[in-house]
């Protein structure tokens, strides 16, 4: 046995910005910074309850800025989560609010949609102006069998 990992079928994963994309980084900063310094990291509870208003799943992989020595517009973010995830980048769709981390993802060799903003973020693929308005797009991109009938 070698130490390389081994690949499962292509699929599609979703890699999702937290700070202005899930979490509301003005209307919440307060709450999120108060739960951050009573426990030295984010709720996960608050995480996973974001994640359910939005209908999307909760991710298996998280990975955030301790996780890597270089930050956006870096690619390696977006690249160690596609690594976890077993996804070649090509198949990952990156859900983003600012130019940083479009950068990332464009770097990356994944799809970039821009959300939360009124004007689209240069480079982006697809724009929304709001994660609500892009749930059904971003599930139908994650499971194209579904969207198509395939099953």
Request: charged share 25%; net charge negative.
């Amino acid at each position: 046995m070698t130490g390389e990992m081994v690949r499962p079928d292509p699929r599609k994963c979703v890699l999702l910005d937290v700070d202005g994309t899930l979490i509301d980084a003005v209307d919440n900063q307060r709450r999120v910074w108060a739960t951050w310094a009573g426990r030295y990291g984010l709720d996960a509870a608050e995480v996973r309850g974001r994640f359910a208003r939005t209908g999307l799943p909760v991710p298996p992989v998280i990975v955030d800025a301790a996780a890597v020595e270089e930050g956006k517009p870096s690619p390696v973010p977006y690249l160690l989560a596609a690594g976890q995830l077993g996804a070649r980048p090509e198949d990952c769709l990156v859900i983003e609010d600012a130019p940083s981390g479009v950068e990332a993802g464009l770097r990356a060799g994944m799809t970039v949609w821009g959300v939360n903003s009124a004007a689209a973020v240069a480079g982006v693929h697809r724009h929304f102006t709001s994660l609500r308005e892009a749930v059904p797009a971003i599930l139908a991109f994650a499971r194209p069998e579904e969207a198509t009938g395939v099953g």
